[in-house]
């Protein structure tokens, strides 16, 4: 991407807002006197067919009229006119070209934005929006947008899909006291998009902190990789998470793919944190924004107040973080900071009586210890302390502990000069927050971002498969018989080819084929229909297990015929499976879907029963890597049953993990092919016993 181009949007040095109005009232004219208003230092050129003077400015018919050079155009005219106001742009050398219009993709006119997207290609100009609020920016003085004002001046920058909640969210920056840089209304990304918004922030020097506002997008793999490799923290809010894309699903995984859990997947993998509403979009963005990472699992809860205490340890557990006791030398020297009924464990309760000596002392301490990794300071407001003093106490401690990479977080809970000494705090550069329970889910957001970093960092592994020629062949096989669905031999054998241990599958046509194959595969035998037209194959009597013999097996290659053609008497019946019978084991399912927005995605969880009743799975967005496999064996609720429970041995772990990530390259490497896949049941053994894949299922992508 290059980077000036982009500063044409975000960082103009002089801007024409195009279809300017006289009127007040008028986004034309709003535009212009935000611009003046903001006390913007570039040059602002009103564009108006008729006028002569807005608000004092000289005006020119077109843009082409401007003697000088033009960095960004704000467009203001209807949405007829764009295209020819991007083309007069382009020709004028305009870097930016902010489409604040609507009337484009939106309501059903996504030829008309294509046009100003082509415009822009030829020219090199690059386009934000349309159907956009515009761009606001503190550190230059810019609101080139209708919101009402500049934000409350702060180290976060948005990036928000929705204009009205953009607007919304600038009012409320004062009112919750979360500063904020730049806001960037960013509307249908016909061409700047969130991951180009997001690879310029991270850059940009007055943004320490990059909040997004989500309700959907299509390019996932690059929203992906370009938050990966930023350095600033990125929190993000999705909106629209109930239903998306599993209505039409033929596969478990299909059915269970939804938005919440595939977008939540592909924001851990991306190292982007989660906010689980509007306030905690604020909540966290504050915190991010003004504090480093916490790496440990260290917090020291430090209190007034036994009640604020408590609450802070139900949010600890509620946010899983342990809070353990702090060694015994760093108790005995936090003791001689408080009366004798305090308390050293953790929380530390300093009591009631304790003043800014206290907790300034406290926290000088136990902030330089390497045992803490982090902070939660809780005050209560008393009539014998000043709420201004001790927010003065905690800060100089903090400073005076010389602790640079440790995060600390504040909750103060009181009337106005509670309120007043968190302003203080904030202002001075540590979160505060009314609540204790926020001042913890706050740490959680910075410990979860200092994982996902290291995560992050780590290198996708390989891909490619040298069988992926074979796992072609039969997936053409099955398109040449007008098949979209692979059948269990098909799709045990393409799962093979990509390394995955399927259990020994052959297909018998005739009797005397089924007794030779179940001599090969060694006794005792499955044997199972294998047609396209018979799914259910239980119901079709098209199962039988544990054949022992030539005989059994004889018999019951006969009655599963009879069954089959008594259940569909036109199957198209391909044969009979003979399939090693596996010992029993653990059943988990590994699947996939291939996800509108992020592509390839992979699905773990419990089989059987945990399945389809508790839906117990989870997500990542291929290629997963082994730690991100390893995450998805211990994220689930039934984890404990892979550890191995009362007195049960652990599964085999290690084998379930590196089958994760085979499946996830299988998946990866056939994403043109392979629509949704299921391996169901997968059977898992005893630690260093391996798994089988049992049953498997490959749905095709239509071509
Ligand atoms: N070049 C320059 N100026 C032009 C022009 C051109 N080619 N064509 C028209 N204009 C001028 C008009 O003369 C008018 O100025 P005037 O009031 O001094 O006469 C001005 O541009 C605006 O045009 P007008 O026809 O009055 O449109 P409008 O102000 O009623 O609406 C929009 C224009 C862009 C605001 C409207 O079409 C729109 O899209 N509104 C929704 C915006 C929105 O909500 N965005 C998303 C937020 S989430």
């Known amino acids: 991407m290059d980077k000036n181009v982009l500063n044409g949007l975000f960082r103009p040095k002089s801007i024409a807002v195009i279809g300017a109005s006289t009127q007040p009232g008028k986004i034309g004219y709003t535009v212009v006197e935000n611009l003046i208003k903001s006390k913007y230092e570039g040059k602002i050129y009103p564009i108006n067919p008729t006028a002569s003077e807005i608000l004092g400015l000289k005006v020119y018919p077109t843009i082409s009229d401007v003697p000088d050079s033009v960095e960004a155009a704000v467009v203001t005219v ?223 809860i430090i209190t007034n107040g036994g009640g604020v205490g408590v609450l802070a340890t139900d949010a600890a557990e509620r946010y899983n973080i342990p809070l353990k006791f702090a060694p015994a030398e760093v108790q005995e020297e936090l003791k001689k900071h408080m009366p004798e009924f305090g308390s050293a464990k953790n929380p530390v309760d300093i009591t009631g009586m304790a003043g800014t000596e206290w907790y300034h002392d406290t926290i000088k301490y136990a902030f330089a210890h390497p045992w803490v990794d982090a902070l939660v300071v809780l005050y209560c407001e008393t009539a014998m302390t000043d709420p201004s003093e001790i927010a003065r106490g905690i800060k100089s401690a903090v400073d005076e502990s010389g602790v640079k990479d440790k995060p600390v977080s504040v909750s103060f809970v009181g009337g106005d000069k509670s309120d007043k000494a968190m302003k203080w705090l904030v202002e001075n550069g540590i979160p505060a927050y009314g609540a204790p329970d926020v001042a913890v889910n706050v740490m959680a957001a910075l410990r979860d971002y200092a994982r996902m970093r290291a995560e992050a960092a780590e290198p996708i592994e390989p891909c490619a ?37 399927v259990t020994k599958t052959h297909l018998a046509k005739t009797e005397a084929e089924a007794i030779q194959l179940a001599n090969q595969v060694g006794y005792p035998v499955v044997m199972k229909i294998v047609s396209p037209d018979i799914l259910h194959k239980s119901d079709a009597g098209g199962v039988k297990v544990n054949i022992k013999d030539d005989k059994a097996a004889g018999e019951a290659f006969s009655t599963i015929m009879e069954n089959a053609r008594k259940y569909k008497a036109d199957a198209n019946i391909h044969g009979i499976a003979i399939q090693e019978m596996a010992p029993w084991g653990t059943e988990v399912i590994l699947g996939s879907v291939n996800d509108p927005t992020f592509g390839p995605t992979m699905m773990f969880g419990l089989g059987g029963i945990f399945v389809e009743v508790l839906k117990d799975v989870t997500f990542r967005v291929a290629p997963v890597t082994s730690t991100q496999a390893a995450q998805m064996l211990s994220e689930i609720r039934g984890a404990p049953i892979i550890a191995g429970v009362r007195g049960e041995a ?42 089988k894949v049992v049953d498997a299922r490959i749905i095709l992508k239509k071509k």
């Open 650 to 691: 652990p599964r085999d772990r290690k084998e379930l993990a590196n089958t994760i990530c085979r499946y996830s390259n299988m998946i990866l490497d056939l994403s043109d092919e392979i629509s949704e896949s299921d391996a169901n049941p997968v059977l898992v053994y005893e630690e260093g016993k391996g798994v």
């Open 78 to 300: 209807p949405a007829k006119f764009v295209a020819q106001v991007a083309e007069e742009s382009g020709k004028k050398g305009v870097k930016g070209f902010i489409v604040i219009t609507s009337g484009f993709s939106e309501s059903g006119r996504r030829d008309m934005e294509d046009e100003i997207v082509q415009i822009g290609k030829r020219y090199g100009m690059r386009i934000l929006g349309p159907n956009i609020v515009g761009t606001l920016s503190n550190a230059d003085k810019m609101n080139a947008s209708f919101a009402p004002f500049l934000p409350l001046p702060g180290k976060a920058s948005l990036v928000s899909q929705s204009g009205a909640l953009l607007i919304a969210m600038d009012a409320s920056t004062y009112t919750r006291r979360v500063g904020f840089d730049k806001l960037v209304s960013i509307g249908n990304m016909s061409d700047v998009n969130f991951a180009d918004a997001i690879e310029w922030l991270n850059e940009d020097p007055s943004t320490s902190c990059i909040s997004l506002y989500i309700e959907g997008f299509k390019d996932g793999r690059q929203f992906i990789e370009v938050s990966r490799k930023a350095t600033k923290p990125i929190i993000a809010l999705k909106s629209g998470v109930s239903a998306h894309g599993a209505a039409a699903a033929a596969s478990h995984t299909g059915s269970l793919a939804g938005a919440a859990k595939v977008y939540g997947a592909a924001f851990q993998q991306a190292g982007v944190v989660q906010a689980s509403d509007l306030d905690n979009l604020f909540d966290r963005t504050l915190a991010l924004s003004l504090q480093p990472p916490m790496t440990g699992e260290n917090i020291l």
């Open 465 to 501: 498969s040298e069988n992926r020629q074979l796992a072609l062949d039969i997936i053409n096989r099955a398109r040449t018989d007008g098949r979209d669905a692979l059948t269990e031999v098909e799709a045990k054998e393409v799962f093979a080819a990509y390394g995955l241990p």
